[in-house]
């Protein structure tokens, strides 16, 4: 039998600690440093969740563990609590998904006390993220919600909309929607531009995806150039929506947002194109 010599390195153990909606994280914590920060987070703040915490993921360098204090609401001198927007706009992007996952593995397990077939009372299963029903046997997992996200272009002009909440923060974004049953992501695409600004797109392109835990959605993001139509806003979900000249945006999502980063990306391809 061979030994080998291995270096054993402790695991960073990180608790994150939900109160309502709400992340708790060190008073004086540096969000910019990401998760790092919540390694300081005062035990005993959440000492007697403990033992009900979850691990939810473990990697060569860290275990992570929820503890979900549910309603409790938590003062103490050497924490705050954040709300996960913040968190989006102030954590880096891959930090921002382990506390992602985290929430959207609390509102499961909040949300799956019961079952939904047969109404009995569900246990977790230890060795999955799933919760079993042992009298029908029914099992379900964390959801994921699938949102398309395009930005559309054409010329020298991008198309943007204002949807009834986003008129409060004056911003105009790409458009998107939930992807429906039976439903491929491209003909969503198709469907979601046609049904809220009443125009036809071609040449679809995939860019990228985001996990966007408000509460469970996935983000897919595409990009996809004018074909034909007139812009006509369905007035429930857009309220308006124009063509919009790629050097004169209105106030547009910041760029943690997949919203943001698609934009910048139809910037930069129409900067090429006039090269
Ligand atoms: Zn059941």
Request: with cysteine; proline share 4%.
């Amino acid at each position: 039998m061979t030994v080998t010599n291995k270096t054993v390195t402790t695991k960073t153990k990180r608790y994150f600690v939900f109160s309502n909606d709400r992340l708790l994280v060190p008073i004086n914590a540096d969000l910019g440093t990401g998760i790092e920060s919540l390694t300081q987070l005062t035990e005993e703040i959440f000492s007697e969740y403990v033992e009900q915490s979850v691990q939810i993921h473990v990697s060569e360098e860290a275990e992570h563990h929820l503890v979900d204090m549910q309603k409790e609401k938590v003062e103490h001198e050497t924490m705050r609590s954040i709300s996960m927007r913040e968190v989006v706009m102030s954590m880096p992007k891959e930090d921002f998904q382990h506390v992602a996952q985290a929430w959207q593995y609390a509102v499961f397990l909040r949300t799956h006390q019961f079952c939904g077939r047969c109404g009995s009372r569900m246990d977790r299963v230890a060795w999955e993220m799933a919760m079993h029903c042992h009298t029908c046997q029914h099992r379900c997992y964390p959801r994921v919600s699938p949102c398309i996200i395009v930005a559309i272009r054409h010329e020298n002009k991008i198309l943007l909309a204002q949807g009834e909440r986003q008129k409060e923060t004056g911003f105009f974004s790409t458009l998107a929607g939930f992807v429906e049953s039976g439903e491929t992501l491209e003909e969503a695409v198709h469907r979601e531009v046609f049904e809220e600004v009443g125009v036809k797109v071609k040449n679809v392109e995939y860019f990228k995806s985001q996990p966007w835990p408000f509460p469970h959605s996935l983000m897919v993001g595409y990009l996809a150039e004018y074909d034909s139509g007139d812009i006509v806003v369905d007035g429930k979900e857009i309220i308006e929506a124009d063509w919009f000249d790629i050097n004169d945006l209105p106030t547009v999502p910041p760029k943690f947002s997949i919203a943001g980063r698609l934009i910048e990306e139809t910037q930069k391809r129409m900067g090429k194109k006039q090269v």
